[in-house]
Every structure is written in structure tokens, then in C-alpha cells.
């Protein structure tokens, strides 16, 4: 699968990726949400993930259930079962995958255990998913590890310049940036050293859309907003 392969010079339209899925129609990282995200025109879809007490990769933004249901039950403290008792619609990324076998899939996670390496292995490798999973890590040190323990392409959050030198001895394929960084020269910078920019778009960005030529960007993550505009 060629959606998370960096082709520097490309100018195709930039990929639509359904951060959270489509979290404004329904609860976020749950599968009707991707299926949603999917339906408006998504190419791919951003999870977040959490490991629990016994070894399942879990589709959830936060450490714990409190956000999502009023219940602090901590997710690496607790069976995938005891989570499920709070919140049934809590999702593994093994059923993700395989629910969605077309789709790529962007995973944000801070951890980089080995038991959360190899359950991401054992999962790719039973959803055949090798090809559309890309991996998000919030810094350098974290790519390095998991890199260690997974043939994945990487994609890392963008902080200072300083970094790439960093993040090109990893190969990493694509940098995030947040609207802050939203400048022609980081995107040049990016490219220069060999790497795609993802561009965390904002809501008025995307009803604007006018900035968005002159980033030079590759990649557009929409968040909570995705059903306001036709994503093709």
C-alpha cells in the first residue's frame, strides 16, 4: 500500500486522515466513528491507543475512561473486560483493522513497552495490516525504541529543527505539525531532509482552505469537524 510512502516532489490532492474518526457524530475512537470518518471520504483513519492490564491494544485517547464515561477506571490497571464493563463500546485495534481492511491507519500512542511492540506485531500480522499501519511517536527517543522491535514506517510530532538530524538517522517518513507551525519554510525544511508533512488542520482552516497550496503540504489530519465540508 502506497498511502504512507513519501514521494518528495508529489503534488497529488493532499489525503484526508478522520483524527479520532469522526468524533462530532459520534463518541471518538469507537468503530462507528471510523466507519463514519470513512463514509464522509477519509482516506485513513488516526487511533489512539492504550494497552491494558492484560496485553490488549485498546482504542482510547486517555489513560482512563473518566472523559468518555464518568468512570475513572485506568486502562493499564485494568482487563479488557473490566474496561468493557464501563464503556462496551471500547474497541481493540485488532478489531479496527480487521473491520476496516481497505483503510490506513495512523496510530498515536506514547507507549513503547515491549509487550506493546509485540502486540502490535502479533495484531499487523493477524489483520495483515503491515502495509496501511503507520505509527505516531511524540519523540525521538520513543521512535527509537519501538523502531527497535517494529518494520513500520514512523511519523513523529514536530518541535524544533533541531530534531531532524534526529529523526532522519531514524528514517522516519512524516512529521506532524500543529497549526502554530503552519510556516512555508518548516514545511521546506521537512522536505528537504527527506520528509512529509502531516498538517493537524484546524476548523478554519478547513472551511478556508486557502492557506493550503502555498504550504507545500502532503498530508491533512481533520479533526472533530469532518462532517462540515465533501473531503474529496
Not at 486502562?75 to 473486560?81: P, R
Not at 510530532?157 to 502554530?180: G, T
Not at 482552505?209 to 502555498?214: D, L
Request: hydrophobic share 40%; charged share 25%; glycine share 8%.
Amino acid at each position: 500500500m502506497m498511502l504512507w510512502k513519501y514521494e518528495p516532489g508529489r503534488r497529488a490532492r493532499p489525503l484526508v486522515i478522520g483524527h479520532r474518526g469522526a468524533p462530532l457524530r459520534h463518541t471518538e475512537n469507537t468503530i462507528i466513528s471510523y466507519k463514519t470518518a470513512l463514509e464522509l471520504g477519509a482516506d485513513a483513519i488516526e487511533v489512539d491507543v492504550q494497552l491494558t492490564a492484560d496485553g490488549h491494544i485498546v482504542c482510547c485517547h486517555d489513560p482512563d475512561l473518566e472523559r468518555i464515561t464518568g468512570t475513572r477506571i485506568t486502562i493499564a490497571e485494568n482487563t479488557l473486560a473490566d474496561c468493557r464493563s464501563a464503556f462496551p463500546d471500547l474497541a481493540t485495534l485488532e478489531q479496527v483493522c480487521a473491520a476496516f481492511p481497505k483503510a490506513g491507519i495512523l496510530i498515536d500512542t506514547k507507549i513503547d513497552t515491549d509487550d506493546f511492540a509485540d502486540e502490535l506485531r502479533r495484531v499487523c500480522a493477524s489483520t495483515q495490516a503491515f502495509g496501511r499501519i503507520m505509527v505516531g511517536a511524540p519523540s525521538p527517543t520513543q521512535a527509537q525504541r519501538l523502531r527497535r522491535r517494529l518494520d513500520l514506517p514512523f511519523c513523529a510530532l514536530f518541535k524544533a529543527p533541531v530534531e531532524l538530524s534526529l529523526y532522519s538517522e531514524l528514517s522516519l517518513s512524516w512529521m506532524r505539525l500543529h497549526p502554530k507551525e503552519y510556516r512555508l519554510e518548516t514545511v521546506q525544511t521537512l522536505h528537504a531532509a527527506g520528509i512529509g508533512a502531516i498538517l493537524l488542520a484546524n476548523a478554519d482552516m478547513a472551511r478556508g482552505g486557502g492557506t493550503y497550496p502555498q504550504l507545500g503540504r502532503d498530508r491533512i489530519g481533520r479533526g472533530n469537524w469532518m462532517r462540515r465540508l465533501p473531503c474529496r
